[in-house]
């Protein structure tokens, strides 16, 4: 795919094909194209793919599936159009400084998520003009979105559900080869779980995920291997404390990220967060015990 393209799938839905192939810190955008109104659903596929379609006038609402600026930087080229987001996040929506202090910690990591999300993504501050909330339908003319809460990823984090044609827009629960994320202090594990097993239970004929190429085929087996993820890195980190380890060395082992190396400050925040959320299981597993300096696997 390349960046801009527009790929039919089906009846009035079509990808816009984001910068690096959708991968972080860009997201694939998808173009709902109704008779009676056109809506954008993300606008994370990076300035040069979508200045010109704000150009064009086309879009008439933008759908935001959660505030992750990797959905939202390119919120402020359609100011003119209506910004719709989910309830959860409308408080720190298109605020880069709340988010930064929501997603992360006031003060220096804060700093270095703004830096970021300026530089890599081009976000800009742009307050949305309304939301919708979880078991509701939104509707781009005759076109019935279908509002999924899934906020294992974000407490605002939705998925849209199109009945008429099959299709589901898993937004973040993205089915590559990285596996769920769960970074931030409002993420949940349990929650991740059951967001899984939710969406595959709607078995849709297309799942169209935000950081992929779109399905057809083999998804029930896509979303059984992202949610072994989870598993896998529970064993990781079980392995890693065979021998007791503190948090911080837990962090400099990565076992979830492999490394650190590009933007390291963030990365290492984000591992923490999710490193985190499995200690937590496995102590009250009691697969880990607390040394008081640190862990060690039961």
């Known amino acids: ?46 300035a040069g793919v979508l200045a010109p379609l704000a150009r064009s006038g086309r879009v008439d609402m933008v759908i935001n599936s959660h505030t992750h600026p990797d959905h939202s930087a390119g919120n402020h080229l359609f100011a003119g159009a209506e910004i719709l987001v989910p309830a959860a996040g409308w408080d720190t929506a298109g605020d880069k400084r709340k988010l930064s202090e929501r997603l992360t910690e ?13 530089r890599e993504m081009g976000f800009a501050d742009q307050r949305p003009t309304g939301s919708f909330a979880p078991g509701h339908s939104l509707w781009v003319g005759s076109t019935e979105l279908q509002v999924i809460a899934t906020p294992g990823h974000t407490l605002d984090h939705c998925c849209f559900w199109l009945p008429r044609h099959g299709v589901l827009l898993s ?14 202090r409002e993420s949940s594990l349990a929650q991740m779980r059951a967001d899984i097993r939710r969406i595959g239970e709607i078995a849709p004929r297309w799942l169209v995920s935000s950081h992929r190429e779109p399905m057809t085929q083999g998804v029930a087996k896509a979303l059984r291997a992202f949610g072994e993820i989870l598993g896998q890195r529970e064993r990781r980190i079980l392995a890693l404390l065979a021998q007791e380890k503190t948090r911080q060395e837990l962090v400099d082992a990565s076992p ?15 591992e923490g967060q999710m490193i985190d959320k499995h200690l937590e299981e496995l102590l009250g597993k009691e697969m880990v015990r607390f040394t008081g300096r640190g862990f060690l696997a039961a």
């Open 171 to 184: 937004a973040d629960l993205d089915l590559t080869s990285f596996g769920p994320f769960y970074g931030h």
């Open 106 to 118: 006031p003060g220096r990591t804060a700093e270095v998520w703004r830096r970021f999300v300026t």
């Open 256 to 270: 979830i990220y492999g490394g650190h190396r590009a933007w390291p400050e963030l990365t290492r925040y984000w």
């Open 1 to 46: 795919m390349k960046p801009g393209e527009l790929i039919h799938l089906a009846g009035p839905v079509w990808l816009l094909a984001g910068q690096r192939q959708g991968r972080f810190p860009f997201c694939h955008g998808v173009l709902i194209k109704d008779r009676a109104a056109t809506a954008l659903v993300d606008t994370g596929g990076g």
